[in-house]
């Protein structure tokens, strides 16, 4: 797609009535989505080739705790038939990565989560579905959640929905999500911008940090 054609594109949303700005609040999260071995060793069928993603989800974390936020990390774990993911897993094959016994469903190197945060284990796309993360979030009074983490079109598209059906205003960093598609990637991010989101740069969501840690 020309810069032309995602342009006119815009403007079509626009009139439609899309994409209308969302007001992040004072009290966010950090939710990190599957952050998982998988998507950055070759050696797996679900390496996605996102390592300058995962370095900016790294930064993006490091600047959550900075600010003393609440984090929240996600990972998939299924039993080794996958008879715990149902139709989810009957559909994607690729799922056996993060089945018992494989490697691939580790934390990537300096995203796990601390003995002080949330850590969500889940069965199906979304953090919420099935967890008890929106109880937490509610408990701690939650009105915004970044999400970072992988990967753009599945688990981060499906959780970004769910937190604004649970009514949190969802902020995706781009920088700090990725796909194994470029375009797949770009696409949902427009998506989710007009339908659901913001959609931030990594330095934004810096600068939102360091304003809410310092009560400015």
Not at 57 to 68: N, P
Not at 100 to 124: H, N, Q, R, W
């Amino acid at each position: 797609m020309t810069t032309d054609d995602r342009t006119a594109q815009s403007a079509d949303y626009a009139r439609a009535g899309f994409g209308k700005e969302l007001e992040p609040g004072t009290r966010p999260a950090l939710v990190v989505v599957d952050p998982a071995r998988a998507y950055i060793d070759p050696e797996c069928p679900l390496y996605a080739g996102v390592e300058e993603n995962v370095e900016a989800m790294r930064t993006l974390l490091a600047e959550a705790r900075e600010a003393g936020i609440p984090v929240v990390i996600t990972e998939v774990r299924l039993r080794a038939d996958g008879s715990d993911a149902g139709v989810f897993f009957k559909k994607s094959g690729t799922l056996v990565a993060f089945c018992e016994g494989s490697p691939y469903g580790e934390f990537i190197d300096g995203l796990e989560p601390t003995c002080a945060e949330m850590l969500v284990t889940k069965k199906y796309p979304s953090a919420f579905f099935g967890t008890t993360l929106n109880s937490h979030l509610t408990w701690l009074g939650v009105d915004t959640v970044l999400i970072a983490g992988l990967s753009t079109s599945g688990c981060v598209r499906a959780t970004t929905l769910d937190a604004m059906q649970h009514g949190y205003v969802p902020i995706v960093v781009e920088d700090a999500v990725g796909d194994r598609d470029s375009t797949i990637h770009r696409s949902n991010l427009f998506d989710m911008q007009q339908k659901m989101a913001e959609v931030w740069p990594l330095t934004r969501a810096q600068e939102y940090l360091r304003a809410i840690s310092t009560g400015n």
